[in-house]
């Protein structure tokens, strides 16, 4: 049974520390979203990669944000240094997008990071 | 600015009993998916309809879209206990690539056994 996974399942740290999520997308995926939901916010598009090269990290914050694919089976989100706005739930998601023309691409979603950040 | 808007925010309904969640949205779109979130886990695809598609079933799940009024609904029918989780709506991004994804801030359905 296919699935994203992601590690840790929750992290909690103080305020200044480095705090460093993966993601393991589905085999075969080529495409990799990260995403933070929050209950004022909703899910907002932090940052995303097609075949690793990285699209899109307009959502994130690029002062402390980080979002790596050093290869095809690991997707890394960082926070340097981290602060207690930053307490969410980081999901990763993978799907499969053909490139010209419009897709129709089903996102699927791993389980989330819990962060809390004191 | 958000794309999709899920309403009601909160729905309250008896095992039984038929849900029905709407979106809106902003901009012409290709497609626009569903997506059920359970409290504490990652959010699962439901059902995708396409802008030529009037309506699309899937099991006890009816999803209806007119791209006149720019609204998708979601109908649970027969709803279970099993249903309760958040709702929401996906629609593509509407300028540049169509890989992303903008999602609303859902409806919270809970079905009382």
């Known amino acids: 049974d296919a699935r994203v996974t992601q590690t840790p399942r929750h992290k909690v740290t103080e305020m200044g520390q480095e705090v460093t999520m993966r993601c393991q997308p589905i085999l075969g995926h080529n495409t990799v979203f990260w995403y933070r939901q929050t209950m004022m916010q909703g899910l907002e598009l932090l940052a995303y990669f097609r075949n690793r090269a990285p699209l899109d990290d307009s959502g994130m914050p690029k002062d402390r944000f980080s979002a790596e694919m050093p290869d095809a089976t690991l997707a890394t989100l960082k926070i340097q240094p981290s602060e207690p706005r930053d307490s969410a739930v980081y999901f990763c998601?993978?799907?499969?997008?053909?490139?010209?023309?419009?897709?129709?691409?089903?996102?699927?979603f791993g389980p989330g990071t819990r962060l809390t950040v004191l | 600015s958000q794309q999709g808007e899920e309403d009601p925010q909160a729905l309250s309904i008896q095992e039984g009993e038929n849900a029905t969640m709407n979106c809106s949205y902003k901009t012409s779109i290709n497609n626009l998916q569903w997506y059920r979130q359970n409290s504490g886990r990652g959010l699962v695809h439901l059902i995708l309809?396409?802008?030529?598609?009037r309506e699309k079933h899937s099991g006890r799940l009816r999803v209806t879209l007119d791209t006149s009024k720019k609204s998708s609904s979601l109908l649970i029918t027969a709803s279970r206990a099993a249903d309760t989780a958040s709702y929401f709506c996906?629609?593509?991004?509407?300028?540049?690539?169509?890989?992303?994804?903008?999602f609303g801030k859902g409806t919270l359905l809970t079905v009382n056994p």
């Open positions: 998601a993978s799907g499969f997008t053909v490139s010209g023309g419009r897709t129709y691409n089903e996102q699927f």
């Open positions: 309809i396409r802008s030529n598609e």
């Open positions: 996906a629609t593509p991004n509407s300028g540049g690539s169509n890989y992303k994804l903008t």
